[in-house]
T-cell receptor
Framework: DTAVSQTPKYLVTQMGNDKSIKCEQN?????MYWYKQDSKKFLKIMFS???????INETVPNRFSPKSPDKAHLNLHINSLELGDSAVYFC?????????????FGQGTRLTVV | AQTVTQSQPEMSVQEAETVTLSCTYD???????LFWYKQPPSRQMILVIR??????QNATENRFSVNFQKAAKSFSLKISDSQLGDAAMYFC??????????FGEGTQLTVNP
C-alpha cells in the first residue's frame, strides 16, 4: 500500500564509491522529484521529471544522474561519492507538474559517506 | 527567485494549548500555492494543510488552520489543542504552476506534557 517507496532507507558507503537509490510510486502520478535534506534539515529540490522527461535540473554536481525508466520510477545514481553528499534524499511525486497539487514523499534515504 | 522564510527555528507549547508558527515568502507571482508539511522523527514528510493564493478564505483542517495575509506575504500555521503527536519539524512551502516546491528552513515544535 506504500504510495511512494524508496530503497534503501539507509546507505553507508565509502568515499569514491558509486551508489543508486531507487524510487517507485503507485499513485499513477505524472511528476516525480528528488529532494535533498541537509544536516540542518533544509530541503532543496534537485530534479523533477514529468512523464519521464526532465523538467527541473537544479545546480547539482553532474556526479548525480537521475533516471526515469517509466513514469512510476525515478532512480538517483551518484558517482564518486564525497563526504558532502551525506544527507537524507527524498523522492516525491505529484499528480501533475503544476497547480495546487501537493507532493507525496517517500520515507527518505539517509546516505552516509565515510 | 522565490524564497520562504521561517523565522522561528524552535517553538514549544504546552499540551492542549495553542501555538502559531510563522512563515513569510517573497514572490512576484500572483498565482501560487502554499503548504505546511510536518516531519516527525520518523522522517516522513506529511502534508498538514494547503492554501491557494486566489482564495481569500483561510484553510482549516481540524485543529490546524492558517492565517493567510496575501498583501503581507505571510502564511502562519495555528495548531489548536496541541497534542504530543504534534511534536515535529514543520516546513512552510511555496509552489507556482512551475511545479517546484520551495521550502522554508523549518520550525522544530516541542509539545510539553
Amino acid at each position: 500500500d506504500t504510495a511512494v517507496s524508496q530503497t534503501p532507507k539507509y546507505l553507508v558507503t565509502q568515499m569514491g564509491n558509486d551508489k543508486s537509490i531507487k524510487c517507485e510510486q503507485n499513485l499513477g502520478h505524472d511528476t516525480m522529484y528528488w529532494y535533498k535534506q541537509d544536516s540542518k534539515k533544509f530541503l532543496k529540490i534537485m530534479f523533477s521529471y514529468n512523464n519521464k522527461e526532465l523538467i527541473i535540473n537544479e545546480t547539482v554536481p553532474n556526479r548525480f544522474s537521475p533516471k526515469s525508466p517509466d513514469k512510476a520510477h525515478l532512480n538517483l545514481h551518484i558517482n564518486s561519492l564525497e563526504l558532502g553528499d551525506s544527507a537524507v534524499y527524498f523522492c516525491a511525486s505529484s499528480p501533475r507538474s503544476g497547480g495546487n497539487t501537493e507532493a507525496f514523499f517517500g520515507q527518505g534515504t539517509r546516505l552516509t559517506v565515510v | 527567485a522565490q524564497t520562504v522564510t521561517q523565522s522561528q527555528p524552535e517553538m514549544s507549547v504546552q499540551e492542549a494549548e495553542t501555538v502559531t508558527l510563522s512563515c513569510t515568502y517573497d514572490t512576484s507571482e500572483s498565482d501560487y500555492y502554499l503548504f505546511w508539511y510536518k516531519q516527525p522523527p520518523s522522517r516522513q514528510m506529511i502534508l498538514v494543510i494547503r492554501q491557494e493564493a486566489y482564495k481569500q478564505q483561510n484553510a482549516t483542517e481540524n485543529r490546524f488552520s492558517v492565517n493567510f495575509q496575501k498583501a503581507a506575504k505571510s502564511f502562519s500555521l495555528k495548531i489548536s489543542d496541541s497534542q504530543l503527536g504534534d511534536a515535529a519539524m514543520y516546513f512552510c512551502a511555496y509552489k507556482t504552476s512551475g511545479s517546484r516546491l520551495t521550502f522554508g528552513e523549518g520550525t522544530q515544535l516541542t509539545v510539553n506534557p
